[in-house]
């Protein structure tokens, strides 16, 4: 594969003088993003702010997204609510579900501690029993993996499971679930239950249609991979969810007709959506969206993506004292390895002084360095060449 870097890197002034590896936390944001932000603020002030003339502004900002971010999740623009970040994506459809006492959570062993509060909430109030689902100790090959999957799955279905919840891509070892299989084996279940699916790793990394169109919930955020503003994520819901699930969190922005707080919601995925939010976010998604297919397709996107996580790999397996976790190269970005004699928090401080962000995870106790299409081979010899020296 030819040597390419991101024109997208020259735009990213948080990249200038660091080395980053933490596109994983947050993704930096490229300055025509912050422009149409600004652009966007400048124009709803001297429209507005709360006049007519600023409403086919907020309007075409905010479905013009939708539509973008439809196409990239491979499902119609009805399926999409706009939330804050990941976890309300994944938490808030949940809440309005209807749950029976004694239904099963079947949870993933590598959820985000977040997702796994809310959804322990969830159980308490509604007296529902938590199943765990293993695929934390998952080190293999995409086949093996997928394999391993789907017999963890068989293992912890019964007929009281009501929920599946399981990253696409593991956040702490980066490995890639299988979603289109998993759903396909839920919907043979005879209580077909919900997939949940945390999209907080996949979303802008790799190609997520398939999988986002699969799942009941998929929930994404702008602010990493797909290095847009913080403030702004979106999710993916079935037709089933949107027919079943009552609105949870609500606001005029919820309601089908917005000067009557007649209990009659939209029926679409707006029904999730709350009140009065930040426009101006929405043209920066917009934007970072935009910049990154100007890099290429997602599959051609995800190949440099695995490039240089692949040369981390590689380089990380013949550092003394360094293993990858992962017994193959990552299928994605995240590259997450341990390190003989010092602490993982440690050695992330003393990196970051020196200018070289990665960091520590607690659960496997590992360190974490992701590589998007803007690292450089520069970077990735770098932090090999730090190491090293450990
Ligand atoms: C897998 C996963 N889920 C959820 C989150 C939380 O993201 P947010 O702050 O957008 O809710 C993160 C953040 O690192 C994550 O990696």
Request: hydrophobic share 40%; aromatic share 6%; proline share 8%.
């Amino acid at each position: 594969m030819t040597e390419t870097t991101a024109p997208l890197r020259a735009l990213m002034p948080a990249l200038a003088g660091k080395t980053y590896f933490n596109y994983g936390g947050q993704g930096p944001l490229p300055s025509p993003s912050l422009e149409a932000i600004l652009h966007t603020w400048q124009a709803i002030q001297e429209l507005g702010p709360f006049a007519s003339a600023v409403a086919p502004l907020l309007a075409s900002t905010v479905e013009g997204l939708r539509q973008r971010l439809a196409h990239w999740l491979g499902v119609s623009p009805r399926r999409l609510s706009f939330t804050e970040n990941v976890s309300s994506g994944c938490l808030l459809p949940l809440w309005g579900l209807p749950w029976q006492p004694g239904d099963e959570l079947l949870i993933a062993d590598a959820e985000h501690p977040g997702v796994v509060a809310g959804l322990q909430e969830l159980a308490r109030r509604h007296d529902l029993r938590l199943v765990n689902l293993p695929v934390q100790g998952l080190r293999g090959g995409e086949e093996r993996t997928e394999a391993a999957v789907l017999a963890a799955l068989e293992q912890g279905l019964t007929p009281r499971t009501r929920l599946v919840v399981l990253s696409h891509l593991l956040w702490n070892t980066g490995q890639l679930m299988p979603i289109a299989a998993v759903a396909e084996r839920l919907a043979a279940h005879p209580r077909h239950p919900w997939l949940l699916v945390d999209g907080a790793q996949s979303f802008g990394s790799l190609p997520v249609a398939a999988a986002a169109s699969a799942a009941d919930v998929y929930a994404c955020t702008g602010h990493k991979w797909c290095c847009g503003p913080e403030g702004l994520g979106v999710v993916a819901l079935s037709e089933r969810v949107l027919a079943t699930a009552r609105p949870t969190l609500i606001g005029w922005r919820s309601l089908a007709d917005e000067s009557r707080g007649d209990g009659r919601f939209h029926q679409d995925g707006r029904r999730f959506e709350v009140a009065t939010s930040c426009t101006p976010l929405f043209a920066g998604l917009d934007r970072s969206l935009a910049l990154l297919e100007a890099e290429g397709s997602p599959e051609q996107r995800l190949e440099r993506i695995r490039h240089r996580s692949g040369m981390l790999w590689h380089g990380l397996g013949q550092i003394p004292g360094v293993r990858p976790l992962l017994e193959v190269p990552p299928p994605a970005g995240l590259v997450s390895f341990t390190l003989a004699g010092e602490a993982p928090e440690a050695l992330v401080r003393r990196l970051g002084e020196r200018a070289l962000w990665l960091r520590s995870l607690p659960e496997p106790s590992c360190l974490r360095a992701c590589t998007h299409i803007t690292t450089t081979a520069e970077e990735v010899e770098r932090l090999l060449s730090e190491l090293r020296q450990s």
